[in-house]
């Protein structure tokens, strides 16, 4: 570790002595942390993955990215009478952080310090699960009657500690549920407290024994368990949602678009300040989104991309539009916002990659049949065109290759010639609206009917050989009608007592986030079935523990693969990302730059 330290010590005073007049400090700088690298390589590869290991990995790749700035910036300066240092400020900035961040894990590491292991909703849902498997037989093949508790003071320590779970999974569910769609944030409010509720009579139960005391406990475990799920298997569709409108509000309010509006706009002008919001907004559904990713990630390598692209958001939050705003810096906000847009296209490629086809299809499914409707009920251009454009999406997951296999696998390769059909229908959908005004309502409507149909087929080709979704239940049909009951739109979420709601915390950053204006924007694409999916039951009545989100929404592997697999999954993650590290520092440090 002394090695490592003395590394990163090197590259903080190389960093220290930039200057516009010798450029090879930048090389310099490439060859010192190549030189860490190629130790942290062999360093790593001979240990198991562990939070350190992830957060060396996030500060070289922020490392990496802010290099490719600095060196893009000075490119960009050498021909022009800007000064390359105060445009590079922000980035060498970044640079230092990190390496003082890596400098800190290292003496965390010599003094038997850890890095506390990170608390994911996944792993929460699962440990929860766990203990409430305890009091409950719905796992019968792993759950012994005498796991049972014995002692009442058993009972209740373990009540408490299930507590202590339940309000960090509320706390990240009501964070997310803050920037989620303004009805799944009201159905997402009313099932936390459903698990509060359940929760709260658990924990009584487990206050007074009495002579019936195993089989109420066992009967408040099962309930509080399916309150779980159905926040669970909730969560997972709020979030394929919010995936098409983030999507569709970064191009809707892009860098670009926010700079239009200001230059138009007078200082108080409410517009700037209305578009500004919603893209505070869309970054902030990006993060929770990025955050859920995370833990499904196959590898390091994507997990590590995905976190660095959360990182580059967190970090420009501060910079990005003030450079905007002010006066005399548009080659900064011009580097800034390509910074931003290439950040943009890693983490939806990331996002492409991790997602579920099938559950992104099904949902893409169910938009186009609500938007459909309402459209036929009140034509609206503007809302085909957001169809259109979320349905494009789809085009883009399947050019992924890892997407496009799945297509490839189905039955003769039908899912290959529904989706050429798909693409076919779409550019018809793009072109008719481009002239609507000389067509019928009814006739657009048709090819977006014909595009719904072929999408189902598409759907239903990829549907084969697995599990058919479940029929919903009418749980929660009475918590959401938006269209009839605006009062919920501004519901405070943070009404349950002693429960902190996150926004996910730091990805890396320890910066000041700018002011958010207290608005969530409505959607018109937004579904109003809020549907939760019924638990299918063993014979016995118990809950069957279903895989739900992390098979759902994201990509999985087999757990008999998982099984065999883990070891040198664990071992060669880390080694594949330093690689790819390793590989990109060598070919900044072999050339000399030159302007």
């Not at 578009?275 to 559904?285: E, G, K, Q």
């Amino acid at each position: 570790m002394e090695v490592l330290r003395k590394k990163i010590e090197a590259c903080l005073l190389i960093l220290h002595r930039n200057n516009e007049e010798d450029a090879n400090w930048l090389n310099d700088l490439c060859a010192m942390l190549l030189e860490y690298a190629t130790l942290v390589h062999s360093s790593l590869c001979s240990q198991k993955q562990t939070e350190s290991s992830e957060l060396v990995c996030l500060c070289l790749s922020q490392i990496l990215t802010c290099i490719r700035q600095v060196e893009n910036t000075m490119k960009l300066t050498c021909s022009s009478s800007f000064s390359a240092s105060h445009q590079n400020f922000y980035f060498l900035e970044r640079i230092r952080w990190c390496l003082k961040r890596l400098l800190r894990i290292h003496s965390e590491s010599s003094n038997g310090d850890a890095v506390a292991p990170e608390r994911s909703f996944l792993n929460l849902v699962d440990s929860t699960l766990d203990t409430l498997g305890l009091f409950t037989s719905h796992n019968e093949e792993n759950t012994d009657p005498s796991d049972f508790p014995k002692w009442p003071q058993e009972v209740l320590s373990i009540s408490q500690k299930l507590r202590a779970n339940i309000d960090l999974i509320l706390g990240q569910s009501l964070g997310f549920a803050n920037v989620a769609l303004s009805q799944d944030k009201r159905a997402l409010s009313t099932l936390c407290q459903k698990v509060i509720r359940e929760c709260n009579a658990f924990q009584e139960e487990c206050k007074v024994p009495s002579a019936s005391y195993k089989s109420i406990l066992k009967l408040r475990a099962m309930t509080l368990e399916q309150a779980l799920y159905q926040l669970e298997d909730f969560i997972n569709d709020a979030l394929l949602r919010l995936v098409f409108t983030c999507f569709l509000d970064f191009e809707k309010f892009s860098v670009d678009k926010i700079r239009t509006v200001l230059r138009n706009s007078s200082e108080d002008d409410a517009m700037a300040d209305e578009f500004i919001a919603d893209f505070d907004v869309n970054i902030d559904r990006a993060t929770q989104i990025g955050i859920f990713a995370i833990s499904f990630a196959p590898n390091l390598k994507m997990k590590t991309m995905m976190r660095s692209c959360l990182a580059s958001f967190e970090s420009l939050d501060t910079s990005l539009i003030p450079s905007l705003q002010a006066h005399g810096s548009e080659l900064l906000s011009d580097i800034l916002e390509q910074h931003f847009n290439e950040e943009v296209a890693k983490f939806k490629a990331a996002l492409q990659e991790i997602i579920d086809s099938r559950a992104l299809l099904g949902c893409c499914l169910e938009i186009l049949t609500v938007g459909i409707s309402v459209t036929e009920k009140l034509f609206d251009k503007k809302r085909l065109e957001d169809l259109a454009q979320i349905s494009l999406l789809l085009v883009e997951h399947f050019q992924l290759e890892v997407n496009r296999k799945v297509l490839a696998d189905t039955k003769e390769q039908v899912g290959e010639e529904y989706y050429q059909q798909f693409i076919r229908i779409l550019r018809e959908c793009k072109a008719i609206l481009m002239c609507a005004s000389q067509v019928e309502p009814q006739r657009i409507l048709k090819r977006f009917k014909i595009l719904r149909t072929i999408l189902r087929k598409l759907h239903g080709c990829l549907s084969l050989g697995q599990q058919e979704d479940k029929h919903p239940n009418t749980f929660v049909n009475h918590l959401v009608d938006e269209m009839s009951d605006k009062k919920g739109d501004n519901e405070d979420l943070t009404q349950f007592s002693g429960l902190t709601t996150r926004r996910g915390g730091s990805i890396l950053y320890d910066t000041e986030r700018r002011t958010r204006v207290n608005r969530i924007k409505n959607n018109k694409l937004t579904i109003n079935t809020l549907d939760i999916k019924s638990e299918k039951a063993k014979p016995n009545g118990n809950v069957l523990r279903r895989e739900s989100l992390r098979t759902v929404m994201f990509k999985r592997q087999n757990i008999a693969e998982s099984r065999k697999l883990y070891t040198s999954i664990s071992n060669q993650s880390t080694d594949l990302e330093i690689t790819d590290i390793l590989e990109q520092l060598t070919g900044m440090s072999n050339g000399y730059f030159e302007c």
